[in-house]
DNA sequence: CGTCAGGTAGCCA
DNA sequence: TGGCTACCTGAC
């Protein structure tokens, strides 16, 4: 068992955000799949315990080393951003694997939580590598090689996501998608939407969770009617303008705005049948 | 039953 | 560019 103290950091805020779908509440634990790695981790007040992990990969995984004021003041824009903030206060971008994530994400698409979440474990316990802790089991996202030719794969009801993961299978992988950190956001969307299944809202959702692109601002439907909703917009508009809007609006950590925003409209479906309040056009 | 779900790709004006 | 539409599957 290894103890990190922390600050600015709330563990069940971040993994509950919908970053990530690997992991259950145990005993008051969370055990945790990702970066082929099973750990178990839990906060009480400023007090991490973990096993499984050493401090370090805690502190890159959870981002604790980002400056979180200094990102939040960057995005604190009005009294809806604020609200947000205040709700999931602690909330931290992770940096996922690059590879893990497109797999999540791209089986993600137009489903729901619980059929992604049994998706994803399908794929993992019939093609992963067996993962332990202690007494327990658990399987790691398969790497690429261990999708491309799988005949199991036809088996795992994704439906016409299958050949999307099959080929993206084939085209990359995670040194790969890695070298996109380095290119411009813009350069970076252009070249990770040219991969099989990911458009623009998987494609942001990988640069925003596991490539550094902190500007991304992925639209879904929920961040599409949470920002038509909170900021009085013509309803006529589409996912792209929102997206260019959220950039522009919220600015360089817009992607950490994004993450409040989601989290904020999921947790507080109440707000969709109150007036808007902001107007920012 | 129909609708909807953390979209994408392909086609057409 | 912008506006359709088909698409697997299962939860509700």
New binding site residues.
Partial sequence: MQKLTVKNFDLAQTLES??IFLYTKINGWYLITAKNKLFKIRQNGNKMEFDGADKKFITNFFALDEPYEKILSAIDKDEIISAAIENHYGLRIMRQDPWECAVSFVL?????????T?NISSLCNEHGKELRLGNQTAYAIPLPKEIANSRKLSSM?L???ESYLRELAKKTNTEKLRKLEKLSFEQALEKI?EL????????Q?ILLFSLGQHSAF?V???IERAMKQFYNLDSGL?S?HIQTLGRTYYGKYAGYAQQFI?HYSRNNKHLFSEEPEVSIV
């Fill in positions: 919908g970053q993600s698409q137009n489903s729901n939580i619980p059929r992604i049994k009801s439906g016409y996501r939407t099989p299944g990911i458009g623009d809202k998987v494609g959702c992925p879904d439907v929920w589409t792209k989601y």
